[in-house]
Nanobody, 128 residues
Framework: QVQLVESGGGLVQAGGSLRLSCAASGRTFSLYAMGWFRRAPGKEREFVAAISWGGGSTYYADLVKGRFTISRDNAKNTVYLQMNSLKPKDTAVYYC?????????????????????WGQGTQVTVSS
């Protein structure tokens, strides 16, 4: 059974940084693309970033491009989201998600319905 467990959320001032981690178990992590999504209060879940199974390809929402970096360590079965220059509008619950098809990207990569496996989420709050 696939399990995803996020950590690293918290309260940070605007302009600060956080690094989120997502530990995966239950299957061969290195075969599957991973994504990060977020949901702010009263808003729909939105795409943040995604990474291919080997880490060679990354994808970002325009809102976070240049500030956030997604990466993965396949030896540790973990995907990361480094968030810099945080803004109050980045406040949300952040979720990691995993694709279902080995060696293929979810299609489209930014669509949350393309990811069948989800973590429980970690809260990120950015104060002004």
């Amino acid at each position: 059974q696939v399990q995803l467990v996020e950590s690293g959320g918290g309260l940070v001032q605007a302009g600060g940084s956080l690094r989120l981690s997502c530990a995966a178990s239950g299957r061969t992590f290195s075969l599957y693309a991973m994504g990060w999504f977020r949901r702010a209060p009263g808003k729909e879940r939105e795409f943040v970033a995604a990474i291919s199974w080997g880490g060679g390809s990354t994808y970002y929402a325009d809102l976070v491009k240049g500030r956030f970096t997604i990466s993965r360590d396949n030896a540790k079965n973990t995907v990361y989201l480094q968030m810099n220059s945080l803004k109050p509008k980045d406040t949300a619950v952040y979720y990691c998600a995993s694709g279902s098809r080995a060696l293929l990207l979810p299609q489209p990569v930014s669509d949350y319905t393309a990811y069948p496996y989800w973590g429980q989420g970690t809260q990120v709050t950015v104060s002004s």
